[in-house]
Each structure stands twice: as structure tokens, then as C-alpha cells.
């Protein structure tokens, strides 16, 4: 009766999830234990319950017949398929009562409840880094060993996590008819165009608590947050910028030695990290909503705006340690920083000059070819160098 009744006097003192009976938190607490006592004799993966297993047994049959209309995907059973185009649905009825948080499916709510608990078991050797799941250990080793055992099927690109490959498939998915009508890019599901089109909107519904800053999505937030968590142990040789995450060092030094793997498909230029290349293919489609009040120069967001009314504001807060030179915008300083480290990375390949910014090496060439795109308004004379444009108008 307590069950029809809704009352659970049983509560997990781990992750606080409720139960009607004893025996069900007695069964729950198993999950925070660790404890895996079913093997799979195929390939030895352990599983914390007896279901787990046999759900999982299904992945060493052969027969398939039950397939997904929209991916392509493959299930042995009816109801792994029925489960699989949840997925799809875009429905989340499991909500997370501490974060808000929504899921498809209820077991994605139980695992992501670890999160707010904290339980890290599972520890890597090589880098000490924790993990909540083992398997989320074991896909952490490979990038130490740097195995890619997961290989997609369609163009034979090959990845360390089974997660990252189930992503990447995404972009082989055939059926996309959600159509974004600013910029065009397509999408499988409607609730993925939805979302999309908060960045065109400039809607930012996901406000940070501690500075206030805002985010069109969740898991942007979500990765922000992490800089307020007062654990960076990582520090820049260079600049001595500390940041919380080992991955964000490893950006963070590719931006000071000019490594940049994320390439425009419609310009070819490239970028230190993808959420910079994401941002700039905007600028592709002109759709420039923001506009200057004193110059007239439009943005397609609203942040650039803001960061360039520092330039007309006159606002230096960005103060570089070495020397004191003041700078509008941060991006400029960590380039400035360059200079006090002594790197140059971009060589030209005639005189063998090094540049610390690519810039400067572009201009350096255009002194080798003859180009001068820098012309005088008064007399018509041209420059290779806008410097020495500026310095010649000072005496005309």
C-alpha cells in the first residue's frame, strides 16, 4: 500500500534517492558499492546487475531484425528498440530534483545522480585522474595508450571512446529534415534545431550563480562552472595562467605556439579550438543583428559587441605583469605574452626570419613580393607596412 501511497521512508545516505521498501535501497546501494558480480563469459565485462548482463548478452547475438527508421541502428529485441527511439523522441519525463536536469531514460537519471554525490572509485595510475564508472576508466586509459579500438563504418575514422564514435556518427545520419532557416545547417531532431536557434536568437537561459554570466546552453555552463571550483592545478609556462582541466592547458598552449586544427570548410581558416571555428562560420551566413551606435560596425553576436564598445570607452583592464602594458581586449594580452616568452613560431622559408604572429610574418611577405596594400589618401604613395603608412601621414 505504501507503494500505491507514494510514501518512501527508505533513503540512500550516498546520492538521497528515496525507496517505498528496504530491500529496494538495499539493491540500490549495491550501485554505489562497486560491486560487479556478473561476468559475461564472452568477453569478461562485468555488470553490477543481472539484467545489465543480459541486456548486454544481446550485443554478442547475431540476429538483428528489429531496426530504427531513422539512424539505422540495429536491435535483437523489440523493446531495445522501442527504448532506442525514446531517443529520438526527444521526450525526457526523468527529472534530476537537485540540478533540474532532464533525461530520456531513467537509468541515465540514476547514473547522472553520481555526479551530485561524488562517488570517484575508479582512479587512473598514469595521471591520478577519478572516475565514477570503470568503463569511464577503462576509455580514459586508451587516451594514455593511445588506442583507438573504435572505428567507424562508413569512412573508417577510428576513436579512443565508444562515446566519441557514437557522436561522430551523427554526421553519416541520412535522415536530417529539420532545416535551420538563418543559416541552413541541418539537424536529425527537432529538439536539436530548437536549441540551435538559441544561438541565432541570443537567447541565454542558463545564467552562471556565481558570476552571472550567461550561456545558450546547458553543457557550456556546465564546463564554465569548473573554473569557480578553485582547484586549478594546471599552469601555463608562459603566461601563468592556471586553469582546471588538463585538456584546457593542452588548448590554452596551442593558442601560444599557433597550432590550430580546426579548419573552415567555406574560407579555410583556421582555428586553436572548435568552439571558435563553430562560432565563426556565423559569419559566413551575415546574419549581424547587433549593430554599434558610435561606428556603425554590426556583430553577429551580442558579446562582441559589448567587448567592442571597450575600444571607444577606452577600457584597458587587461594589464600585462612583465611590463604593465594595458590592453582592451584579453585575447591581445595572451598574445602580447608571446613576445616576453621570446616565441616565434612562424618562420618564412626565404630569409628565414621568425615571427612571434602570424601577422607579422604576412606582412614581412608582402615585402618580399612587392604588395603594398597601404595607400596614402593625400599624394597616393603605397606602403607594405601600415605603420609606415601612419608614420608617413604624421608628416604630410
Known amino acids: 500500500m505504501n507503494m500505491h501511497s507514494g510514501i518512501k521512508n527508505h533513503k540512500c545516505d550516498v546520492c538521497g534517492k528515496q525507496f517505498t521498501k528496504k530491500s529496494g535501497l538495499k539493491t540500490h546501494m549495491i550501485m554505489h558499492s562497486g560491486v560487479k558480480n556478473h561476468i559475461c563469459d564472452i568477453c569478461g565485462e562485468e555488470f553490477t546487475w543481472k ?24 536491435f ?25 536536469e532532464e533525461f530520456t531514460l531513467k537509468w541515465n537519471l540514476s547514473h547522472h545522480m553520481d555526479v551530485h554525490a561524488g562517488v570517484k572509485n575508479h582512479k587512473c595510475a598514469v595521471c591520478g585522474k577519478e572516475f565514477m564508472r570503470k568503463f569511464s576508466l577503462q576509455s580514459h586509459m586508451n587516451t594514455h595508450s593511445c588506442v583507438k579500438n573504435h572505428k567507424c563504418d562508413v569512412c573508417g575514422k577510428a576513436f579512443t571512446c565508444k562515446t566519441t564514435l557514437r557522436d561522430h556518427m551523427n554526421i553519416h545520419a541520412v535522415a536530417k529534415n529539420h532545416k535551420c532557416d538563418v543559416c541552413g545547417k541541418e539537424f536529425t531532431k527537432k529538439s536539436d534545431l530548437k536549441t540551435h536557434m538559441n544561438i541565432h536568437a541570443g537567447v541565454k537561459n542558463h545564467v552562471c550563480c556565481v558570476c552571472g554570466k550567461e550561456f545558450t546552453h546547458k553543457f557550456n555552463l ?26 584546457s592547458l593542452e588548448a590554452h598552449m ?11 570548410d567555406t574560407c579555410g581558416k583556421e582555428f586553436t579550438e572548435k568552439s571558435n571555428l563553430k562560432a565563426h562560420t556565423v559569419v559566413h551566413f551575415r546574419v549581424k543583428n547587433h549593430k554599434c551606435d558610435i561606428c556603425a560596425k554590426e556583430f553577429t553576436y551580442k558579446s562582441n559587441l559589448m567587448r567592442h564598445m571597450n575600444i571607444h570607452a577606452g577600457l584597458k583592464n587587461h594589464v600585462c605583469g612583465v611590463c604593465g602594458k594595458k590592453f582592451t581586449h584579453k585575447c591581445n594580452l595572451m598574445r602580447h605574452m608571446n613576445i616576453h616568452a621570446g616565441l616565434k613560431n612562424h618562420v618564412f622559408g626565404v630569409c628565414g626570419k621568425k615571427f612571434t604572429h602570424k601577422f607579422n610574418l604576412e606582412t614581412h611577405m608582402n615585402m618580399h613580393c612587392g604588395i603594398k596594400n597601404y595607400q596614402c589618401d593625400v599624394c597616393g604613395k603605397q606602403f607594405a607596412h601600415k605603420r609606415c603608412l601612419k608614420t608617413h601621414t604624421k608628416h604630410t
Do not use: P, Y
Open 76 to 100: 535483437t529485441k523489440k523493446s531495445g528498440l522501442k527504448t532506442h527511439m525514446i531517443m529520438h523522441s526527444g521526450v525526457k519525463n526523468h527529472k534530476c530534483d537537485i540540478c533540474g
Open 51 to 74: 539484467w545489465n548482463r543480459s541486456q548486454h548478452m544481446d550485443v554478442h547475438a547475431v540476429v538483428k531484425n528489429h531496426k530504427c527508421d531513422v539512424c539505422g541502428k540495429e
Open 222 to 247: 556546465r564546463r564554465h562552472m569548473n573554473m569557480h571550483g578553485g582547484d586549478k592545478n594546471h599552469k601555463c609556462d608562459v603566461c601563468g595562467k592556471q586553469l582546471a582541466q588538463k585538456g
Open 254 to 264: 596551442n593558442w601560444h605556439f599557433g597550432v590550430k586544427n580546426h579548419k573552415c
